[in-house]
Each structure stands twice: as C-alpha cells, then as structure tokens.
C-alpha cells in the first residue's frame, strides 16, 4: 500500500511542492512547525532512514541543506533546524525548519490546520531563493 507521502509524489493528493530530482522531492508540510517548513521525502518508499542506501541517505541531506540555505535568505530566522523523526508517516523525510527557538521543534505545537495560500506564499520564497542560488531542480 502507497505511504501518504507517495500519493502526494505522484500526484494523487496535492502537495506544495518546491523541489524534484530523480531521487527525491521537497514539499511544504501542511503541518508546519514555523512558516517556511518543508520536507525532503525520497521517491522511494523507505521506513526507516538508516535503511536508505547510504548514496540516498547522503542525497537528502545535499538536498536539505540547498533548501536549508534558500529558507534561509527567505525566511526571519535564525537557524535552519533538521528532524528525521520518522513516527508520523511510515516514509522516511527530512523536516527542515526555519526557526527562532527552540520551542519551534515540538511536534505538539505544529499548525493543525494551514491556508494553502500561505503555503504557496512560502513555497514561491523558497523557489525563489532557489533560481537566485542557480538550483536545477526548482519544482
């Protein structure tokens, strides 16, 4: 059975996406932690991220970190924190947040609900810093 995180890869369920490469996407989390909050998800379905082939375990974090530096340049912030958790979606991915403080990775205080136009709004920052740095895999 296809993990939620295939359905928006493929397109069955709408995502906010800002990046696509062969290995992997990024897209907006509709349960952001802090505006700006996006991950990095492998097209393939892996679980567990330690059971990523080291190649594509590598590629995610070269890919958080591209979009790390476009958030940022878009974003009021200051540091970009990573998360590979991996309880909420049996698919690994990489939460990487623009953040202000600590409280910022509590997963209890993540938005329960988001406007899709604020999610386009900080996707287009993100994309944007992405063309302005020469990235190739804008989505």
Request: glycine fraction near 6%.
């Amino acid at each position: 059975m296809s993990t939620v995180f295939t359905k928006i890869i493929e397109g069955e369920i709408p995502g906010t996406f800002v990046w696509r490469d062969e290995l992997c996407v990024a897209f907006m989390s509709i349960n952001p932690l802090a505006p700006g909050h996006v991950l990095v998800v492998p097209i393939e379905e892996v679980d567990h991220w330690v059971n990523a082939s080291r190649e594509l375990a590598a590629h995610l974090m070269d890919v958080a970190h591209t979009i790390g530096l476009a958030q940022d340049q878009a974003f009021d912030c200051e540091r970009i924190g990573l998360i590979v958790a991996g309880y909420e979606v049996p698919h690994t991915h990489v939460h990487v947040i623009p953040t202000t403080d600590m409280s910022q990775f509590s997963f209890s205080n993540a938005a329960r609900t988001i406007d899709p136009e604020l999610l386009e709004q900080w996707a287009s920052a993100i994309r944007e810093e992405l063309r302005s740095a020469g990235a190739t895999h804008v989505a």
